[in-house]
């Protein structure tokens, strides 16, 4: 549904705000602080599900698009297979011209697409002021090159939009996973929603659309 409301554009810039596989490894617990997770299938049986379901999102995305350049960056309970996951699409692609693909392994991911800045980050370990500070000295040829400036995040789950120093607006994204056992146990009742943006090369965001799955 996502695709299908996005108009047709020359360019496609898919990014995974990281988290997307849950957890690490088989051990289901967060990599940095060893808080436990709980994962409905064992890690192989995830890892199958995210690889198959990245590749039919790109798959549905070359149908609509005339290149895709495929960008992610790691949260805190998947730091290893984010990246591995873009090996897997470098083996899947490795002969189809129209797709790019990219792991930003500095946690901190920044595009310049004609005067605007797209910023991504996880959203854990750096608050959103922090956030822009470390994009725009990370990038300053990109930043002292664009007027208008984005940062989009996820790691709460939660939708939040924020006016930052620099110029930034900050953009932190629900997540399409479901609830596990701490969201539940903590009343977090944010839905699952995935949203496209649309930019102009000269005047910034110009058009925004979402999909979510019903609670059932």
């Known amino acids: 549904k996502i695709v299908a409301r996005t108009p047709k554009t020359a360019q496609c810039l898919y990014v995974n705000l990281g988290d997307q596989f849950h957890a690490n490894d088989h051990m289901d617990v967060t990599p940095g602080h060893k808080h436990p997770l709980n994962s409905s299938a064992t890690f192989n049986t995830v890892s199958d599900a995210v690889v198959a379901l990245n590749i039919r999102r790109v798959n549905l995305l070359l149908q609509h698009f005339d290149t895709v350049k495929l960008r992610g960056v790691a949260g805190n309970h998947d730091y290893d297979p984010a990246g591995w996951m873009f090996r897997c699409y470098d083996l899947a692609y490795k002969d189809e011209p129209r797709v ?19 910023g991504f980050h996880h959203g854990h370990q750096m608050k959103p002021d922090a956030l ?36 930034f607006q900050f953009n932190c994204h629900r997540t399409m996973s479901p609830k596990d056992y701490f969201s539940f146990k903590n009343g977090y009742l944010s839905r699952q929603t995935m949203k496209s943006y649309v930019y102009n090369r000269h005047e910034g965001e110009v058009a925004k659309f979402s999909t979510s799955l019903v609670p059932v």
Request: aromatic share 14%; proline share 2%.
């Open 132 to 167: 822009a500070g470390a994009c725009a000295d990370r990038n300053p040829k990109i930043y002292g090159d664009t007027r208008m400036r984005y940062l989009h995040t996820g790691h709460y789950h939660t939708d939040k939009t924020l006016d930052l120093w620099g110029g």
């Open 100 to 118: 790019s693909s990219k792991f930003w392994s500095e946690e901190v991911g920044a595009v310049k697409f004609g005067t605007n800045f797209l």
